[in-house]
């Protein structure tokens, strides 16, 4: 109702959901009833957070970047096909007709509103494409869960990434925790909280006064100033709070580069282009640097992957013994992960063909889009991110790119409008959310292998939910003409009307943009003072990043001043514990460690 219906919200845009918090803290209220009741009846640490979980991955599925962009594009193609146009002629006879409602009966009550989801032709015209469209989500969840798997021992155990994200939930269901008993909490969350409600009161009776918090778009008319488009700002203390996980030289690296975006626009302006106007090519290089970020992930993960690849091909005494790697505790055996994602690719590929898709596009398509949302997944593990949205720049836009429509069949292109709702932006996606949840089982010494049982319930569940869910709103209050669902037909009959034929400007910025993120990657590996970091050279090339990279700055001002002249303090010393260290004082390299790794 939020985001599809009233166009407001949007709790799936930003890493940390405020509808699964708010389940959460009403879970916790209830749970503290329950225990003045019957202790017994009270829910655990482990049962908050598997709920969590599948409200966190259910969420996902029914959010701003899937299944709101999936249902509406469903029947658009028929509804609002007319002479001018020439969809009829250009593209009706390659969809899939048991992908699509193209009954015009149907549609009409799904468009105008006013009318009831719960009558026989409107329910069973649309049974196939629910039915069809979630076994296609719940196939694709099952091979990220598998792939999770494959990672997660690298990631979590190896590696020791800090999973930024998941901090705000353990600290709430953790049962030793006194975060609502201290008074510096509340006075930060009072803060926020009244902020909001002032707002809100304000929006009601306009009388009340009015703190601008939400994001002001400037904008400079004179040139070559005016090649910056618009500059905004904003202030949103949860934003701000996100940033306080974040490490940084990230923080530091995401307002850094968005004003670096920003004054290239400027000297495109100033100089001018030609035949580059398109220059600096931003959704291009962030492509670029979204590849370059899996593949450097993979390569940090090679020799993991490589004892993997062992255990799988191995006989099971032989891999057992001969690279010692253990996965009896892991959510599902590595041989059953391998096989479960090369089945879950297999029927994916079927899926495609049965679209009249192409064997090698499709493999193409979704091995592009697997690197993409492990990138995603990555980002969002290592680093916490509040947004990693990549708008117009997934598989879909990268293939056309590289290779042209024209040498692209109907038949492909059809189907790449059908899988707009996958690739349109990144900001709900399911995959890293399942880690998270390994993550948290890590921490709280929940049985892993029940996971596998409660993600699967959730994506099954969750799609079908949210097909009921967005269908019944829309046939009560009508589904908007302008929602995604015109987004990908207008782009396929573009693609069709002017056939392209390789893009060799903006083929040649992605792979800038990957060779710029391996570069920045090598110099952050090989000097620890160096203050960039190359996720930054991707994420901030977001329309997400545009609202937050000033709270962001706030954010990393106020951690590096707590950081400089805070921290833990030395009674014998009137400053922080860090210079001491760095002078050889303490010794004890064991301690040593573990601070600088805190730090």
């Known amino acids: 109702m939020m985001e599809l219906i009233h166009n407001s919200g949007r709790s799936t845009n930003i890493s940390i959901f405020f509808n699964a918090i708010l389940t959460l803290l009403f879970l916790l209220i209830l749970k503290f009833c329950l225990r003045r009741l019957s202790p017994s009846q009270a829910l655990s640490q482990q049962e908050l957070l598997i709920v969590y979980m599948m409200v966190n991955i259910s969420s996902g599925i029914v959010g701003h970047d899937m299944m709101q962009i999936l249902v509406p594009s ?123 409600l002032l707002n809100g009161l304000s929006f009601v009776l306009p009388s009340v006064p009015y703190l601008p918090l939400k994001v002001h778009r400037y904008r400079i008319t004179n040139k070559p100033w005016s090649g910056i488009g618009t500059f905004p700002t904003s202030f949103y203390p949860f934003v701000i709070g996100m940033g306080f996980f974040i490490p940084l030289d990230l923080s530091f690296s995401c307002w850094f580069f968005f004003l670096f975006w920003k004054m290239l626009m400027v000297v495109n302006s100033a100089l001018g282009t030609g035949g580059l106007s398109r220059f600096p090519f931003i959704k291009e290089q962030a492509s670029g640097g979204y590849l370059a970020l899996c593949l450097i992930a993979v390569w940090l993960s090679r020799r993991h992957l490589g004892r993997v690849w062992c255990k799988v091909t191995m006989p099971l005494p032989i891999a057992s013994t001969y690279q010692q790697l253990d996965d009896a505790d892991e959510p599902m055996r590595y041989r059953t992960a391998t096989l479960g994602l090369i089945a879950g690719v297999s029927l994916i590929v079927w899926f495609c063909h049965q679209g009249d898709m192409s064997t090698s596009v499709a493999l193409t398509f979704f091995g592009l889009y697997f690197v993409i949302v492990t990138a995603v997944t990555r980002i969002r593990a290592e680093l916490g991110t509040p947004v990693h949205d990549l708008h117009f720049s997934g598989p879909d836009e990268i293939l056309v790119r590289f290779i042209g429509s024209r040498r692209l069949r109907t038949g492909n292109l059809t189907m790449f409008s059908l899988f707009w709702f996958i690739n349109r932006a990144y900001r709900s996606h399911p995959m890293p959310h399942q880690l998270e949840g390994f993550k ?42 302008h929602a995604f669902g015109r987004e990908p037909w207008e782009r396929l009959s573009r693609w069709l009307v002017t056939s392209s034929e390789t893009d060799y400007p903006a083929a040649l910025f992605t792979l800038i943009g990957f060779v710029l993120t391996v570069l920045l990657s090598m110099m952050r590996l090989r000097f620890l003072w160096w203050p960039l970091h190359p996720a930054a050279f991707a994420i901030t090339t977001t329309w997400g990043m545009h609202l937050v990279w000033s709270c962001l700055f706030i954010s990393w001002l106020a951690k590096l001043t707590i950081l400089r002249y805070g921290g833990i303090k030395n009674p014998h010393s009137d400053g922080n514990l860090l210079p001491r260290i760095n002078r050889g004082r303490i010794r004890g390299g064991r301690f040593l460690d573990h601070h600088q790794r805190h730090l």
């Open 74 to 196: 469903l029947g658009h193609a028929f509804q609002f096909a007319t002479v001018e146009n020439e969809w009829k002629v250009l593209f009706w006879h390659e969809i899939p007709p048991w992908l699509i409602v193209s009954d015009k009966q149907v549609l009409k009550g799904y468009y105008q509103g006013d009318s009831s989801f719960y009558t026989q032709p409107h329910l069973l015209g649309w049974i196939g494409p629910i039915l069809w469209w979630s076994l296609f989500i719940s196939v694709l969840l099952f091979a990220t869960l598998c792939l999770n798997v494959i990672l997660r021992k690298q990631w979590a155990e190896t590696e020791r990434l800090s999973y930024p994200t998941i901090q705000l939930a353990l600290e709430m269901t953790n049962p030793e925790t006194d975060l609502f008993l201290r008074k510096l909490f509340w006075v930060g969350f009072s803060i926020a909280a009244l902020v909001d």
């Open 440 to 481: 948290m089982a890590e921490r709280t010494r929940m049985e892993s292998k029940k996971l596998v049982g409660a993600m699967m319930l959730a994506a099954v569940v969750g799609s079908i939910a949210g097909f009921w869910a967005l269908l019944t709103a829309s046939y009560r209050h009508g589904m908007r003409e």
